[in-house]
């Protein structure tokens, strides 16, 4: 793909995800209008639209928006580095894994789902990295057979997600009934503590991982050639396999903490982007990244007004829209 059109299809994909944003913005129980929301930016909104906008709307929106990219990106690597076309953290288990993870530090340490506040909002993402690297670990060693092969690491893969499962619900069903819908909700996808303080704990890491993996994005090309021919092209093939892995699991981990366990936009957002701008993982992975921020965007509005004041989590609005196309990638692949 040209530099140009690549340049050109990045900016029409900024474009859409910044309109959808504006109309996310606002739409909800209390409408305001587009250029009432440009005003209240630049504060000259009333005080009920400020707080509306900044101490509800805003956050959510932003972690919407690196929680999607999050995701996205690490299905892209988990792809790459996999060579494998369903690879995804929640196909893996790594979503579940971290998702078990944060059950478990609710259960133990915290009186209520609704009550993680102060300083477990620092310790809920760690216990979440915790569990998708104990899960990451687990599938690698279990489909390690003098290598890995790709169909062996999704069986893997899918078993070791339905033991974590199977155990979250021991768990689940062991909480006070609140909690229990509050936690079968989040597990679905839910962007369920959209605050300020969980911003500055999720975003600034995913930033960094996403923002290091398109430095490192050409290394992924090389490894697409194999180990023999990455090995000769100068690439420390065992080593850029862990680090990209340890990037996958990480960004996995840090979105289940903020959004729950939303499934296929790992898989899905990879694809759509590899079809727009070609397999080259240099332009592939940022056009994926604003893909799944728009993903979870539109679906984060969808499910919030579709049914109002009711709302549906934004993991299955993700899981009815994606599911399709993931049974059509098992139907194609031999």
Do not use: C
């Not at 995701?71 to 690597?77: D, F, Q, R, T």
């Not at 062996?152 to 689940?172: T, Y």
């Not at 990037?247 to 289940?256: D, I, M």
């Amino acid at each position: 793909m040209k530099k140009t059109r690549f340049s050109f299809v990045m900016a029409v994909l900024f474009l859409f995800l910044s309109f959808m944003v504006l109309i996310s913005l606002n739409m909800g129980v209390v409408k305001i209008a587009p250029l009432d929301v440009l005003k209240t930016f630049i504060g000259q909104g009333t005080d009920r639209q400020e707080l509306v906008l900044f101490n509800f709307r805003l956050p959510s929106m932003v972690l919407a928006l690196f929680v999607g990219a999050g995701l996205a990106v690490s299905g892209a690597i988990l792809q790459g580095v996999t060579q494998n076309d369903l690879a995804d953290p929640g196909i893996l288990g790594i979503n579940t894994g971290a998702g078990f993870a944060v059950i478990l530090y609710i259960f133990f340490f915290q009186q209520s789902m609704a009550m993680v506040t102060g300083f477990g909002i620092y310790i809920l993402p760690l216990f979440a990295l915790i569990g998708a690297f104990i899960a990451a670990f687990l599938v690698y060693a279990l489909a390690w057979k003098k290598g890995v092969n790709p169909i062996r690491l999704i069986l893997v893969g899918i078993g070791v997600n339905a033991g974590f499962s199977a155990i979250l619900i021991i768990f689940q069903v062991k909480m006070n009934p609140q909690d229990f819908n509050q936690a079968l909700v989040w597990l679905a996808g839910d962007l369920w503590m959209g605050n300020w303080n969980l911003v500055f704990v999720i975003v600034p890491p995913i930033l960094l991982m996403i923002g290091w993996t398109i430095y490192k994005s050409r290394t992924l090309n090389v490894m697409n050639l194999g180990d023999s021919m990455s090995m000769g092209l100068g690439i420390q093939v065992e080593k850029a396999r862990r680090t990209f892995l340890l990037l996958a699991v990480g960004l996995a981990g840090l979105s289940v903490a903020a959004g729950g366990g939303i499934a296929f936009l790992g898989l899905v957002a990879p694809h759509i982007a590899r079809r727009i701008v070609g397999p080259g993982h240099q332009r592939m992975i940022p056009a994926a990244a604003l893909i799944g921020a728009i993903f979870l965007v539109v679906a984060d509005t969808i499910g919030k007004n579709i049914i109002a004041p009711a709302e549906i989590p934004v993991g299955i609005v993700v899981s009815i829209v994606s599911t399709p196309y993931f049974v059509y990638l098992l139907m194609k692949t031999q």
